[in-house]
T-cell receptor, first 113, second 109 residues
Framework: AQSVTQPDIHITVSEGASLELRCNYSYGATPYLFWYVQSPGQGLQLLLKYFSGDTLVQGIKGFEAEFKRSQSSFNLRKPSVHWSDAAEYFCAVVPQGAQKLVFGQGTRLTINP | SQTIHQWPATLVQPVGSPLSLECTVEGTSNPNLYWYRQAAGRGLQLLFYSVGIGQISSEVPQNLSASRPQDRQFILSSKKLLLSDSGFYLC????????FGSGTRLTVV
């Protein structure tokens, strides 16, 4: 079945450590790819998106993501996390030919001081 | 600049009461509009989307409905709320990318 999978429900890292959040998709054609962040009780903020071209995408707040076609993945990374990065992170896709955003289940990030 | 407004931010309603949530966008014309719901501890589920005035597509069967009376207005409604309708409702618009409103937290009691 076509889907977006975020394998990690909850991740805890120490402040200053590096971060990688995983996202895999299963669609026949490469969809458009997005990462969003949601702080508690807030709406969603777009971190970055990939439509085509360079497979390493730079986003806001020091985040980047790399599209790997061979692995059907679009993992989000940050070299050094800050306490303010604690939030829920959602990977999302727009399948080719569709007009709707499909979300993964989200990964909750906790930062240890 | 393009902005999206959602209200109210918080709502507590009794079971069986009606619902109307409103979403409006500014600074654009003919956007695609979406209603998503996020249940507690879960991901986001697409409820409805609209590609134009009066055009509504429903993604999941439920006791909610949506309407688009104007180009930049999208309304989510229910005639009788259920406990299971509780959640965080997000409106989004898309023309060159997806932008979300700040959400409405609905608690049905």
């Amino acid at each position: 079945a076509q889907s977006v999978t975020q394998p990690d429900i909850h991740i805890t890292v120490s402040e200053g450590a590096s971060l990688e959040l995983r996202c895999n998709y299963s669609y026949g054609a490469t969809p458009y790819l997005f990462w969003y962040v949601q702080s508690p009780g807030q709406g969603l903020q777009l971190l970055l998106k990939y439509f085509s071209g360079d497979t390493l995408v730079q986003g806001i707040k020091g985040f980047e993501a790399e599209f790997k076609r061979s692995q059907s993945s679009f993992n989000l990374r940050k070299p050094s996390v800050h306490w303010s990065d604690a939030a829920e992170y959602f990977c999302a896709v727009v399948p080719q030919g569709a007009q709707k955003l499909v979300f993964g289940q989200g990964t909750r990030l906790t930062i240890n001081p | 600049s393009q902005t999206i407004h959602q209200w109210p931010a918080t709502l507590v309603q009794p079971v069986g009461s009606p619902l109307s949530l409103e979403c409006t966008v500014e600074g654009t014309s003919n956007p695609n509009l979406y209603w998503y719901r996020q249940a507690a501890g879960r991901g986001l589920q697409l409820l409805f989307y609209s590609v134009g005035i009066g055009q509504i597509s429903s993604e999941v069967p439920q006791n909610l409905s949506a309407s688009r009376p104007q180009d930049r207005q999208f309304i989510l409604s229910s005639k009788k709320l259920l406990l299971s309708d509780s959640g965080f409702y997000l409106c989004a618009w898309d023309k060159y990318g997806y932008t979300f409103g700040s959400g409405t937290r609905l608690t049905v009691v």
